[in-house]
């Protein structure tokens, strides 16, 4: 397959770094017709490495009826197909190098095709190697990064665990979990941000879900500055990407098992990352969350923490708890209580932000 640099109108050389072979063309994963969202490792620009939650990659492009991508995957991971923004299918990956197609219909004129990553770091990384189209295929300008960026750090409430899931007993989490239809995703669509999610199922503040240790080995800030979680060596660029607004919804783990953390021991963590937040990001109004699933002593250790932080753009995110007919796969949050949670997310940041 040879490597070309594609010319388009009036033999004005542009930015569309493609391969051709046969009927088809490769839109290479550093393409300017190609756009990222969230922590993504480009030491290969032409292989971006990426396992968070939300991740986002699209093309634009015209003059092409076919479209696929190829993925070189660990085995484990969806996504969400969305042409020009309405839902196209579920792209279910297999171990290892594959292309999948998108469509074989795509409308005359310039198409948006957007990838959105269903499933967890748990679930392992993705390489992402580029779209096919047919050859001649022009490119198109991505829209603008949206103005508002807003980081989420958090647990599986945050990631979007078993969101679709018809009850508390799923047969696949898998299939029902969906980052895209998770609290976090839903507020920023809402308040039409950009947005990155760092978030593990089972983590907490100190300690992760059912351990028995007092202090877990690696709680979710263990993760805070990786840009891969499964290879947390690789440490992210803050300078990259600056938030508005970060949202923490942490705690409901550090509870689920004896023994629990000790009020100094929890307020301090909580403190901690804060500050790491702020050191980072000197600007942003940063939201903590009180609900919708932690358990006592939780919410007193939760006061002591924003008395800590009064006057310094740190603001309580209170969530009503959820209920039964709020629960989806393994007691986690329904599609309607995502929506409510965000709902909440929203009014609180609309709120403190004068949008």
């Keep these: 397959m040879k490597i070309i640099k594609c010319l388009f109108a009036a033999g004005v050389v542009v930015l569309f770094s493609c391969a051709q072979k046969g009927g088809t063309m490769l839109i290479q994963p550093d393409s300017a017709a190609v756009s990222y969202s969230g922590r993504i490792d480009f030491s290969d620009r032409r292989a971006p490495v990426f396992d968070w939650p939300g991740v986002m990659i699209s093309a634009v492009f ?14 484990g991971n969806d996504f969400n197909v969305f042409i020009n ?20 219909s795509l409308a005359p004129g310039e198409n948006t095709v957007t990838l959105t990553k269903r499933t967890e770091s748990y679930d392992g990384i993705t390489v992402f190697k580029g779209f096919v189209v047919d050859k001649g295929a022009k490119p198109g300008k991505p829209a603008d990064e ?4 807003i980081e989420f750090i958090g647990d599986s409430l945050t990631v979007g665990y078993g969101v679709e899931g018809p009850g508390i007993s799923c047969d696949s989490v898998r299939k029902y979990t969906n980052n895209h239809m998770g609290f976090a995703a839903t507020a920023a669509r809402a308040l039409n941000g950009g947005f990155h999610i760092i978030a593990v199922s089972g983590r907490g503040l100190v ?6 240790s007092p202090q877990s080995e690696r709680p979710l800030p263990f993760y805070y500055e990786s840009t891969l979680m499964n290879r947390p060596e690789v440490k992210w ?61 939780f919410f007193d250790y939760f006061d002591a923490v924003l008395r800590k932080h009064e006057g310094k753009n740190v603001h309580a995110l209170e969530m009503q708890m959820l209920k039964p007919a709020d629960w989806a796969c393994d007691y986690h949050p329904n599609r309607k209580a995502a929506e409510r949670m965000a709902g909440e997310a929203v009014e609180g940041i609309k709120r403190i932000l004068n949008l």
């Design 207 to 212: 300690k992760n879900y059912g351990e028995n």
């Design 62 to 75: 015209a003059n092409s009826q076919n479209c696929s991508v190829i993925l070189d995957d660990s085995g």
């Design 146 to 149: 949206p103005k508002l960026k």
């Design 237 to 297: 660029d803050f300078k990259l990407w600056v938030p508005d607004v970060v949202v923490i919804n942490l705690g409901t783990n550090d509870f689920s098992a004896e023994p629990k953390p000790a009020a100094e021991q929890f307020i301090n963590a909580y403190t901690a990352l804060i500050e790491k937040v702020r050191g980072y990001y000197p600007e942003a109004a940063i939201f903590i969350c009180e609900g919708p699933a932690q358990s006592e002593p």
């Design 85 to 104: 923004g309405v839902h196209g299918g579920i792209i279910e990956c297999v171990k290892g190098e594959k292309e999948y197609v998108i469509s074989k």
